[in-house]
């Protein structure tokens, strides 16, 4: 086996190396034994059938097999022989090679760059703490209540004012042509004035009026409403006034604790403060990583393979492409196919970012022994089996039947314990903070280059939750509230 | 085609139906030491012509020809009597130095 070295551009070799034929002959004859040791050819007993008749008929596919094998094994040996740790898989071209002759192939490779990791001891991050004080409790005990007002009937016969709660009965029309349209009638809807369901004009024209009344409301649709057939056309719809109630505080106190399963209002007041004490240990322990990611990534400076890096970008462009068809109707605006060319240096750097530091992580991993037990690696599958209540077993399933989706949970994991072990190290100081300043997000005033993946990742996941959450709430309002109803 | 330089008979038509197809068995492939190839051909071929035959068509030199007739089984099913048909080798020794290579073809 002979190695040439062709060219040396940064962080990529191109390496020619030769085989010699009867090298790859050996090995030929090598796989021919093993084969023929099975093979079945008429005429001849199972493992009796000679090497050159072998050679004959089945030479040509062993070659390619062996050939295959070959370029493998070498291009392996060359990279230890040379020392090159390579980023990716080696992008082999075979140059030359018949049957007799002599095995050449050209082999470009990325390596992993040469660093050195510098030291943990120096570094000063600092930790924002923050501990939910009685404010923050009862804010969030706030938040609660206003998710679950309820109303009552309003006390006398005053005319209903905005904020109220109509209850009543309509069924409209077409003004041009008279004809009822689905979904233009209803019996008992509750309708909070001044919360815009309706139509505009709609809920202005019940302002003013009382309980027991019978009213015209003249509306015309928008013209971009949803249903085409009644855009931009005239209605009216003849409202019966049953009731107005008006929306009732709700008082935290045990009744109320008792109403979200709590025994009292002190168990839920703890329990809240657990949970935003919980959440708040995440946010600081995020921003700590963050920041020490930071650090890492301006104290590093190395030339990142190119391979590794189009391979980010082309998984971000990816995700970003997946995130557009999952909800196309958000940022609509910019749906166009192809991003800027302003976006996509952004992205760039994003992905450059994101190769640099899993380079530093994986090579502090290494160098300091850093590893993943299989009850870590259970572990996690558990809690990623939580997530799916009643599909615990098929997750299970899937994961021990996927190893490839075992190894996706354990880059997150190391990725964790790296960070920890850092942090150990560096010097850490608390820094108290307000819960506001916690919780700010920082994207907008930072350089997109700041984002790191897991930033990216907490933040998208958190836009998530907060979005459910408000689609929750008025969910559960008016589930009560139909309740109620229904019990008076 | 034109016959080869130092044979003296020209290649024919039936010299083609004589050469089946070569033998190739585990019993056969231990002839090629002694530079025996094996070649299956119609029960009609006699030793001068399946010489003849591999003389011209391969172009070599051929020492000696042995030939046998592989008798067909008989075979019954029910009342049915039935033969398989004989096959005939022919076990061509060819001169030192000389050989064929078999499978490429005639």
Known sequence: MQVKELKQNGLEHEIEVTVKANDIDKRVDVRLKEVGKTMKMPGFRPGKVPLKILKQKYGKAIMGEVLEAAVNDTSVKVMKDKKLRPAMKPNIEV???????????????????????????????????????????????????????????????????????????????????????????????????????????????????????????????????????LAGRDAIFDCDIKEIREPAEAKIDDEFAKSLGMEDLAALKKAVEEQMSKEFAAHSRLKLKKALLDHLDDNHDFEV???????????????????RQQNPQQDSGEDAPDLSDDEKAELKQIAERRVRLGLILSEVGNSNNIKISDPELQKSVITEAQKYPGQEKEVFDYFSKNPQALESLRAPLFEDKVVDFILELAEVKEVSVTVEELTAEEEEDEAPKKKSATKKKASTAKKSDSSKEAAKKPAASKKKSTAKKKAS | MAAKKKEKVEVQEWMYEIIREPHVTEKATMGSEYGQVTFRVPLTATKPRVKAAVETLFGVKVKAVNTLILKGKTKRFKQNHGKRSSIKKAIVTLEEGQTIDVGTGV
């Open chain 1, 95 to 229: 140059k030359s090679f018949d049957e007799g002759k002599d095995l050449v192939y050209a082999m470009k490779v990325e390596v992993l760059p040469e660093f050195k990791v510098k030291d943990f001891k120096g570094v000063k991050l600092e930790k924002p703490v923050a501990k939910p004080d009685d404010k923050a409790v009862t804010e969030a005990l706030e938040r609660i209540a206003e998710g679950r007002t309820s109303s009552e009937p309003i006390k006398g016969n005053r005319a209903s004012k905005k904020g109220d709660i109509l209850v009543f009965d309509f069924s409209g029309r077409t003004a041009d042509d008279n004809v009822e349209h689905d979904g233009m009638q209803a019996d008992g809807h509750q309708l909070e004035l001044g919360s815009n369901q309706f139509i505009p004009g709609f809920e202005d024209q019940l302002i003013g009026t009382k309980a027991g009344e019978k009213v015209e409301v003249k509306v015309s649709f928008p013209k971009e409403y949803g249903a085409t057939d």
């Open chain 1, 305 to 323: 393979p190119p391979g590794m890096l189009d391979m980010e970008y082309n998984n971000i462009i990816q995700q970003i492409e997946m995130e």
